[in-house]
């Protein structure tokens, strides 16, 4: 029986990640056309056309979507064996880490990964990939690396690492009828808010302890992420009632107009984590990158 061409698995893998011909030759570094004789060997070894023409791009087919994860596992379990106890040349190492995180990760610390992957890694590349809705098993089933958000369920199987605590504050424009008076708890109900819910909630635990002290939140403006909300106080009389502190820094390198306040409630810092599926956890690589995010973030306390 003749064995199959395990770098027909690794072209399909990046094909299916990249979903584009152009991208899997630039990884593969092969050439646009002979990535394109590979696409064809392997429809005609799967019986299928793999990637299907969507717009100006291409799609992956019903039994592509049923292949990745498979394919994923197999060329990850080969990187493993040929990997194994064997350290990483991290100054030649060309890999592509995909993390999940929201924008106050990537906002605060992506700059200084960045740098510090570059000085020793300069040829791997950070991919941030938006937080979903639910946890749709991309750990396990390998389409990123890690995970990187506040403590949750992630499942018995992944492992978890502190990174830091971070604790939150009011802000609003600069010139904010707010800071007229002392900010108490009724002062701050004063005024329309913001909420940032990348589901459109638009109540979360700010509402409800203002609740405890009879009083009601109205929320005006909902944002899917810090950042868009932020630029949206400097052209109104709105309030963000809960940024993470980390984020001030940012505000202030950009000379932003606007000014934070401590809150008058007393809400519990939050810890935020990395996950990752134990599968990785003898990977040399991916080992750095824990330790480079870990050392990163204990390094900077911007947070608190």
């Known amino acids: 029986m003749q064995m199959p061409d395990m770098n027909l698995l690794v072209a399909l893998d990046i094909l299916l990640e990249?979903?584009?011909?152009?991208?899997?030759?630039?990884?593969?570094?092969?050439?646009?056309?002979?990535?394109?004789?590979?696409l064809s060997r392997l429809?005609?070894?799967?019986?299928?056309?793999?990637?299907?023409?969507?717009?100006?791009?291409?799609?992956?087919?019903p039994r592509a979507l049923e292949l990745r994860d498979q394919v994923r596992g197999?060329?990850?379990?080969?990187?493993a064996v040929f990997h194994a106890g064997r350290e990483v040349d991290l100054a030649t190492l060309e890999r592509t880490f995909s993390i999940r995180a929201n924008d106050v990760f990537v906002g605060t610390y992506g700059g200084q990964l960045r740098e510090a992957m570059r000085a020793k890694a300069p040829n791997a590349v950070l991919r941030f990939v938006p937080e979903g809705d639910i946890d749709d098993g991309a750990l396990r089933e390998g389409r990123i690396d890690l995970y990187?958000?506040?403590?949750?369920?992630?499942g018995a199987d992944i492992k978890v690492q502190t990174l830091f605590n971070t604790t939150f504050v009011?802000?609003?424009?600069?010139?904010?009828?707010?800071?007229?008076?002392?900010i108490d708890a009724a002062r701050l109900v004063a005024y329309d808010h913001i909420s940032v819910s990348r589901r459109g909630r638009a109540y979360g635990p700010t509402a409800a302890m203002l609740a405890e002290h009879?009083?009601?939140?109205?929320?005006?403006?909902?944002?899917?992420?810090?950042?868009?909300?932020?630029?949206?106080?400097?052209?109104?009389?709105?309030?963000?009632?809960?940024?993470?502190?980390?984020?001030?820094?940012?505000?202030?390198?950009?000379?932003m107009k606007l000014r934070h306040f401590e809150l008058p409630l007393p809400l519990t810092p939050v810890t935020?984590?990395?996950?990752?599926?134990?599968?990785?956890?003898?990977?040399?690589?991916?080992?750095?990158?824990?330790?480079?995010?870990?050392?990163?973030?204990?390094?900077?306390?911007?947070?608190?």
Not at 25 to 33: E, G, W, Y
């Open 18 to 38: 990249e979903g584009s011909v152009v991208g899997a030759a630039q990884r593969m570094h092969l050439s646009a056309p002979a990535m394109s004789r590979t």
């Open 43 to 61: 429809r005609e070894a799967i019986g299928d056309p793999v990637l299907v023409r969507a717009g100006r791009g291409l799609t992956p087919t």
């Open 74 to 79: 197999l060329v990850e379990q080969a990187h």
């Open 148 to 154: 990187i958000s506040a403590t949750r369920d992630f």
């Open 170 to 182: 009011g802000l609003a424009r600069e010139d904010h009828a707010i800071f007229d008076a002392p």
């Open 214 to 255: 009879k009083l009601q939140q109205r929320v005006a403006l909902i944002a899917p992420n810090f950042h868009s909300a932020i630029f949206a106080l400097a052209d109104s009389d709105l309030v963000l009632p809960l940024l993470p502190r980390a984020m001030l820094h940012n505000i202030e390198k950009l000379s």
């Open 272 to 304: 935020i984590v990395q996950a990752w599926h134990p599968r990785l956890d003898n990977d040399h690589a991916h080992r750095w990158l824990r330790q480079t995010i870990k050392q990163t973030c204990s390094s900077d306390k911007r947070a608190l």
